[in-house]
């Protein structure tokens, strides 16, 4: 109630879980998010077995969290230069101007700064 952005934001990284590697992983998808990883630099191997803790989980279900219910605030991973500069270039980015997140796919973007779909020309 006193932090409803933050709030948002904790309930979509518990649902952004599902999308994890250790769950595309069953689906022999779990690759799908290896730019974002490298990018914030998380290396990880048997994270997936039971009992293990696995940070390529927090990180995704953070960055894609961050893109659909930003929590008010920049996630620590997010505040280093060259790690917003590398996943501009990766399937979800953050924007350098405002430390926001933009999730880019099928050629159009949603920055949750405008909270607006944009098409890649920049028209709606």
Do not use: H
């Amino acid at each position: 109630k006193k932090q409803p952005a933050r709030g948002k934001f904790e309930l979509a990284r518990l649902v952004a879980q599902t999308w994890s590697p250790c769950e595309l992983q069953k689906l022999q998808a779990a690759q799908a998010w290896d730019p974002v990883l490298e990018c914030l630099e998380v290396r990880e191997s048997g994270a997936c077995n039971v009992g293990t803790y696995s940070e390529a989980g927090w990180a995704v279900s953070s960055v894609v969290a961050a893109t659909i219910a930003p929590p008010g605030c920049t996630l620590p991973a997010l505040t280093r230069t060259d790690v917003v500069a590398c996943l501009k270039k990766a399937p979800f980015a953050a924007s350098a101007s405002s430390g926001t997140v933009v999730m880019e796919a099928a050629g159009a973007n949603r920055s949750v700064a405008s909270e607006e779909p944009v098409t890649k020309g920049g028209q709606q």
